[in-house]
């Protein structure tokens, strides 16, 4: 069925589902030496890595930013 799939739209899928996803094990298995053997130069790696991934994923599963405590700043609202 893959091959069906456009080149546009695997990609976007690969980019969209397959690096969040990537970055969540990452940052599972780093968790996971870093219990195991304290801080170390792999765990760093790990966890470098899904920062990485989660700064720059995009789509359905990337991280979701904090809305404006403010609310709107558009002129044509009415102030309460």
């Given at each position: 069925m893959?091959?069906?799939?456009?080149?546009?739209?695997?990609?976007?899928?690969?980019?969209?589902?397959?690096?969040?996803?990537?970055?969540l094990l990452l940052g599972k298995v780093g968790d996971l030496v870093e219990a195991r053997r304290g801080p170390n130069n792999v765990s760093k790696v790990l966890h470098t890595g899904r920062r990485w991934l989660q700064r720059n994923a995009k789509g359905p599963l990337a991280a979701r930013t904090a809305a404006d405590p403010a609310g709107p700043r558009?002129?044509?609202?009415?102030?309460?």
């Amino acid at each position: 069925m893959w091959a069906f799939f456009s080149r546009r739209l695997r990609m976007w899928l690969i980019l969209a589902v397959g690096a969040p996803i990537l970055g969540l094990l990452l940052g599972k298995v780093g968790d996971l030496v870093e219990a195991r053997r304290g801080p170390n130069n792999v765990s760093k790696v790990l966890h470098t890595g899904r920062r990485w991934l989660q700064r720059n994923a995009k789509g359905p599963l990337a991280a979701r930013t904090a809305a404006d405590p403010a609310g709107p700043r558009d002129a044509g609202t009415p102030a309460r």
